[in-house]
């Protein structure tokens, strides 16, 4: 098998304390429920391997599901907005290649089968783009490893956005806004659209994002959102000067959600043998 996955029940983040049952979770849940869950999930598609194309695999992808359980249309700041081969892992080298050697450093990169990692989803108010890694001891003195790990997955990607064409080269005009840009109109359908989430009343949206990069260097990940509640505000960064924007009540027909909401994390093992 390629891999196993393990997924926790929703609960609320706010709610969470270091002592809580599984059972109380649950009826925390059902006593305080919030209007917008995240839900996490795994599943597996059949597509070509990266590196050979004339080979089809499965690939693991991750769903981020958006949910709207209230009767009012909202919008808000998604958890993500990298897809697929547009995934950004946060390697803190400052790195440049040229075009034929993002092949080469590709498939170099180490293995960490049997080894057991955090993956940290969080698109701040500051960062718009990344997904960080940590060991799941909260060891800090084991920096160094944690930073091959990005770097071998960063590598991966940039040579997934290459191969789509897209080599992002400078990604730090995706790392800030700017006040100009955020308009309603570009919130609703313009240049930051996919930016945001729009739910209806009950609606259900929902991001997948290719896992590939995680199999290839094996481990066990643990996949989990960052942030305990949407915010109403973003950090503009305009002429080097950093501020809180706060976003519009309502755009279109949607109101502005900020607040907690119900989440979960799922685990995948890669390499482990079954």
Request: aromatic letters at 14%.
């Amino acid at each position: 098998m390629d891999g196993h996955i393990c997924i926790t029940p929703l609960f609320n983040m706010k709610a969470k304390t270091l002592f809580i049952t599984l059972f109380l979770l649950l009826q925390m849940q059902s006593l305080f429920p919030q209007c917008i869950s995240i839900e996490l999930s795994v599943t597996w598609e059949m597509g070509s391997h990266i590196f050979y194309k004339d080979s089809i695999v499965s690939i693991p992808m991750l769903n981020i599901t958006y949910r709207n359980h209230c009767d009012t249309n909202y919008y808000f700041f998604k958890v993500s907005s990298r897809k697929e081969g547009e995934l950004i892992v946060l390697c803190p080298a400052m790195r440049t290649f040229a075009h034929f050697d993002l092949l080469k450093r590709a498939k170099a990169h180490h293995n960490y089968a049997k080894q057991n990692f955090y993956v940290i989803i969080e698109k701040t108010p500051w960062y718009n783009i990344g997904w960080d890694i940590d060991n799941d001891t909260g060891d800090y003195d084991d920096k160094n490893h944690i930073i091959n790990v990005k770097c071998c997955l960063d590598d991966i990607y940039r040579y997934i956005r290459s191969e789509n064409n897209n080599t992002t080269t400078n990604q730090k005009k995706h790392w800030y806004f700017v006040q100009s840009i955020l308009t309603i109109e570009n919130i609703l359908s313009g240049s930051v659209q996919d930016q945001f989430v729009f739910l209806n009343s009950g609606e259900v949206y929902t991001d997948t994002y290719n896992l590939i990069g995680y199999k290839l260097v094996e481990g066990c990940f643990t996949f989990l959102i960052g942030q305990n509640e949407i915010k109403n505000y973003v950090i503009t960064y305009d002429e080097s000067i950093e501020q809180e924007f706060e976003l519009p009540a309502k755009v279109g027909e949607y109101q502005r959600y900020s607040g907690a909401f119900n989440t979960n994390k799922v685990t995948v093992c890669f390499g482990e043998e079954e």
